[in-house]
């Protein structure tokens, strides 16, 4: 059965930078192309970035380009986002998710909480 | 950016009501639409792909339908297990956009 599990959640102050991690099994990783989606407290759903199992292709959200680094390990069944420039818009449970096919999420991490605070 | 907006935002409905969400594309997105169901404090989950096929597993009861602009999600007999909010996403083109939404609760 398919499993996300993700960490490195945790409190950062406002300027500052986290590393997300998401821990992929029982499939093959390389494969399957993958997001992260954020939810800010009691707010909805927010695509963040994707990037392609071949990871060439990658896309941000406008609230992230240029902050935000979406990577990925084949080897380690492991996909990455690198935070910097935090702030406070930044706090949510970001979740990470996997494509399906065609741009669809069919599986979903259970979460892990970023809050940025001074 | 495409924009998807739901209705309405919430309701309440007593066991074995049908229950239908309205999701509107604010472009023709064909029909790429999906729907998902988040459990309070829990993860989403992947109900619908394609406006109307369901994801395996998902119970019978949940149907989606549509194309272009506008479509809908239907639970057929509404059970105590599907308090929940829904959200509908279009994945015609990047941004991914979602809808704000629809808490469901039970009369």
């Known amino acids: 059965e398919a499993q996300l599990v993700e960490s490195g959640g945790g409190l950062v102050q406002p300027g500052g930078s986290l590393r997300l991690s998401c821990a992929a099994s029982?499939?093959?990783?390389?494969?399957?192309?993958m997001y992260w989606v954020r939810q800010a407290p009691g707010k909805g759903l927010e695509w963040v970035s994707y990037i392609g199992n071949d990871p060439s292709t990658i896309y941000y959200a406008d609230s992230v380009k240029g902050r935000f680094t979406i990577s990925r390990d084949n080897a380690k069944n492991s996909l990455s986002l690198q935070m910097n420039s935090l702030g406070v818009e930044d706090t949510a449970v970001y979740y990470c998710?996997?494509?399906?096919?065609?741009?669809?999420?069919?599986?979903w991490g259970q979460g892990t909480l970023v809050s940025v605070s001074s | 950016d495409i924009q998807m907006t739901q209705s309405p935002s919430s309701l309440s409905a007593s066991v074995g009501d049908r229950v239908t969400i309205t999701c509107r594309a604010s472009?023709?997105?064909?029909?790429?639409l999906a729907w998902f169901q988040q459990k309070p404090g829990k993860a989403p989950k992947s109900l619908i792909h394609?406006?109307?096929i369901l994801h395996i597993g998902v119970a019978s009861r949940f149907s989606g339908s549509g194309s272009g602009t506008d479509f809908t999600l239907t639970i057929s007999s509404l059970q105590p297990e599907d308090v929940a909010t829904y959200y509908c996403q279009q994945y015609k083109s990047y941004p991914l956009t979602f809808g704000g939404g629809t808490k469901v609760e039970i009369k």
């Open positions: 472009h023709d997105i064909n029909n790429y």
């Open positions: 998710a996997r494509d399906g096919s065609g741009w669809v999420i069919d599986q």
């Open positions: 029982g499939f093959i990783f390389s494969d399957y192309s």
């Open positions: 394609g406006a109307s």
